[in-house]
């Protein structure tokens, strides 16, 4: 009679783990990078951000244009539209685990709801230059006054 080894047994436990820990991964990755997760009733506010040496520039639907220095509300949902007017930058919220691609001639949604009001630093995260280090913003989240 065919009885597998502690060796065969250990390698199809190990595989069984990790094919259930893959799989969690890639659900929730897609939930976060498509904002499945966002209220349904509720339209995203879309802010265009242009990464450029070394600024972050954010554009609100209305038309005003702010450096450095974006207010959303706490509990809400956004889409950062990113690009780069220059060269590849990425955009690093650390506080809050966000973190995607600013590149030239591409714009790419990061979908973004924060609950807790409060500053956020927003980091460059890709080497774009001598003053890459100065590259620094301010995500403010203020409290949308709802829930
Ligand atoms: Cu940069």
Redesign the pocket.
């Known amino acids: 009679m065919f009885r597998p080894s502690i060796e065969l047994l250990t390698m199809i436990g190990a595989a069984v783990i990790l094919i259930v820990l893959g799989g969690l991964a890639l659900h929730y990755l897609v939930i976060i990078d498509t904002g499945a997760y966002f209220p349904h009733n509720v339209k995203p506010i879309v802010i265009r951000v242009i990464?450029r040496?070394?600024v972050w520039e954010f554009i609100y639907p209305n038309g005003t244009v702010s450096y450095d220095k974006v207010v959303i509300q706490a509990g809400k949902p956004y889409i950062f539209n990113l690009t780069s007017a220059d060269?590849i930058?990425?955009m690093y919220i650390v506080q809050l685990g966000y973190k995607l691609e600013a590149i030239p001639g591409y714009y790419y949604p990061l979908y973004i709801m924060v609950s807790k009001p409060g500053i956020y630093n927003i980091y460059?995260a890709?080497f774009?230059?001598p003053g890459?280090y100065t590259?620094i913003g301010k995500l403010i989240v203020v409290n949308g006054g709802g829930k």
Do not use: F, L
Request: with cysteine; proline share 0%.
């Open positions: 990464a040496q070394y060269v930058h990425a460059c890709e774009c230059g890459h590259m």
